[in-house]
């Protein structure tokens, strides 16, 4: 955290004409971390500490933070050093020209194994093409949004929350600037193949309804396939007789039917979940103490 700290006051210091406040969501670490973020506030009051009662995840502490954010911009960033401080001078060059959103688009990863890019690169490929382009490719989290943006992602209620969806969802004037990825500076990655699976899942549902368009499309083609393969079996019983009934057929059609009919209940399912989390009305966030705010 001192790291962070420190390359975000040389960040301040070159960009003078402007004043900072830095709001750090401290999202139920186990460790020492809200100790270490009690010292930094001490040395400098601009670094104020939002801690959350639990982990709420990397989006409800986006939430968390951007609820408390009152500035005429708001830059999103982890604190692990992967979104290096310094890109931010950059996003403020293109604020300066008129832009809304200026997000941060990720062409390398570095200290990430194979695995890990390949499913980063398969989430984006998946949500870019069943969202119709809504989620750009290799969009991270890190941006700089103006105050209307991020007060219009404040006014969406919405409990399933895929923050990076949201803004593009909520369109305005927007553009993004390429930087590498570099290795986490301290600490391991919890984006664990599970999560961000998890992840793709809850960001794609959320922003597509493609899927139950995809059932209801599959349904109408076997249902066509049925029928013309039940016309042909009628035909051949006429002409040729019944046949021998072959016990592997009958068995491999049933079992690919029931395939396919628990794989769509299975997308409803996750739809009906979605829904079940909106109806509870829990908040995205729980504050468990303020430093500073």
Not at 197 to 209: D, V, W
Not at 266 to 292: A, D, S, T
Request: charged share 20%; hydrophobic share 45%.
């Amino acid at each position: 955290m001192e790291e962070l700290a420190a390359r975000l006051r040389e960040v301040f210091a070159a960009n003078s004409r402007y004043d900072f406040e830095v709001i750090m969501v401290e999202n139920g670490s186990l460790d020492s971390t809200y100790e270490k973020l009690l010292k930094i506030h001490e040395q400098d009051g601009r670094f104020r500490i939002l801690q959350l009662a639990r982990n709420f995840r990397m989006d409800g502490g986006i939430t968390a933070g951007l609820k408390h954010a009152s500035g005429d911009a708001a830059v999103i960033m982890a604190a692990d050093l992967q979104d290096p401080p310094e890109l931010i001078t950059e996003f403020l060059k293109k604020w300066e020209e008129g832009y809304e959103n200026i997000y941060g688009i990720v062409i390398k990863r570095g200290g990430t194994g194979f695995v890990r890019r390949m499913n980063s690169q398969l989430f984006y490929w998946l949500a870019n093409t069943i969202t119709g382009g809504i989620i750009p490719k290799n969009v991270s989290d890190f941006r700089l949004v103006d105050k209307k943006v991020y007060q219009a992602i404040n006014a969406m209620e919405e409990r399933n929350r895929f923050v990076r969806g949201l803004f593009a969802w909520a369109g305005f004037k927007s553009t993004g600037i390429e930087f590498e990825r570099p290795p986490r500076f301290a600490g391991q990655s919890n984006a664990h193949t599970l999560k961000v699976l998890e992840l793709a899942i809850k960001g794609i549902f959320a922003h597509s309804y493609l899927p139950l368009r995809f059932i209801t499309i599959i349904g109408l083609i076997m249902s066509v396939f049925s029928f013309l393969f039940l016309l042909f079996i009628v035909v051949r019983a006429f002409a040729w007789g019944v046949p021998f009934p072959g016990f592997g057929t009958i068995m491999g059609v049933m079992l690919l039917l029931f395939g396919f009919l628990f794989t769509m209940l299975g997308v409803i399912g996750e739809y009906v979940g979605l829904i079940y989390e909106e109806v509870k009305q829990r908040p995205n966030f729980i504050v468990r103490n303020r430093v500073g705010l």
